[in-house]
């Protein structure tokens, strides 16, 4: 017997909607082959077209662009003389930075401490002035050190200078002045001006040169607790004044131990009449060394003012 074969028709597609792909059923006697028919619409996955050209070449930009940076990078790297240890002259090591050579700072440094190395010697240079600052915990400037053209100004205070084994050799603040050396040396040839007054131990001239003591418009006063020593051991002692000369011991005597004193300018007298002084006077000294003036005569007067010495 043979079988008919029939067809289901599949309903029609509504419009507006994507067509479904249509499938056809047969019912075939046994040892009847029939071929089954092909899909009417096959869909394609994948980027086809101008979108495909777009994404490559984009793809390709980007590579580029990787190849650019990496290529800058290494010739930064190679500039900028970058190490495992450092970049440049700039080292880091356990202690700090070190820089190797000359460097240029356009903005202030900030450092806990900066020595030089043990061969070499320690420059800041500057167009204009060197400023080192030092701030407390605030940030507020407690000691400032300028150095500049034509001056070097240090602001706080105290300024001390010291030796190298840590004696204050220099030091100022607002009260004093202390020079710690053991000797002070002014090698000018005007000497040392002073406006006000000078304690000192010692004041000695150099070897073969003249120590002078002056002051131009008003008087000279040397005081001393104990005494005061003046000596030349290969010259002369001069006392000029414009006025008088006082020697004044409060406490003591005054003592011209010579072998010969001499006052080569006292005025001499004339002879003249007993009991006419012309104005001149006889200095007398009393056994336990005090001196007094007695009116001169034609003889010797101490006898008649020797009420002086009691």
Not at 7 to 19: D, I, M, N, S, V
Not at 25 to 52: A, D, V
Not at 129 to 154: C, D, H, I, Q
Not at 266 to 277: A, F, K
Request: glycine share 10%; charged share 20%; hydrophobic share 35%.
């Amino acid at each position: 017997m043979k079988g008919t074969a029939g067809t289901l028709p599949c309903p029609a597609p509504e419009r507006g909607h994507q067509q479904m792909v249509r499938e056809q059923y047969m019912t075939t006697t046994p040892g009847t082959s029939l071929e089954r028919p092909k899909n009417e619409y096959i869909y394609k996955i994948g980027i086809y077209g101008w979108r495909k050209r777009c994404l490559y070449l984009f793809v390709l930009l980007l590579l580029i662009i990787l190849v650019v940076n990496f290529s800058l990078t290494i010739w930064i790297l190679k500039v900028m003389w970058f190490s495992p240890t450092g970049m440049g002259h700039l080292r880091v090591t356990k202690e700090g930075l070190r820089l190797e050579g000359e460097s240029e700072f356009l903005f202030p440094l900030y450092a806990k401490e900066i020595h030089s190395r043990v061969d070499s010697s320690l420059l800041l240079q500057s167009t204009h002035n060197v400023t080192v600052n030092a701030r407390n915990s605030n940030g507020e400037v407690t000691g400032r050190l300028n150095v500049g053209p034509k001056m070097v100004e240090f602001h706080s205070q105290q300024f001390q200078i010291n030796s190298k084994d840590g004696k204050p050799l220099f030091t100022v603040d607002e009260n004093e002045v202390v020079i710690g050396t053991d000797k002070l040396r002014v090698t000018g040839p005007e000497g040392a001006l002073f406006e006000h007054s000078v304690e000192t131990p010692l004041v000695k001239a150099e070897a073969f040169k003249q120590l002078r003591l002056e002051s131009p418009t008003r008087s000279l006063s040397m005081d001393a607790p104990r005494g005061i020593n003046i000596k030349a051991q290969a010259g002369n002692i001069e006392a000029l004044s414009q006025m008088d000369i006082k020697l004044h011991s409060s406490d003591g005597v005054l003592l011209l131990d010579a072998e010969t004193v001499r006052l080569p300018k006292l005025p001499e007298g004339t002879r003249g009449g007993s009991g006419i002084s012309q104005g001149l006077y006889e200095i007398c000294v009393c056994p336990d060394g005090k001196l007094y003036l007695s009116v001169a005569g034609v003889g010797s007067t101490c006898q008649e003012y020797s009420r002086v010495c009691q």
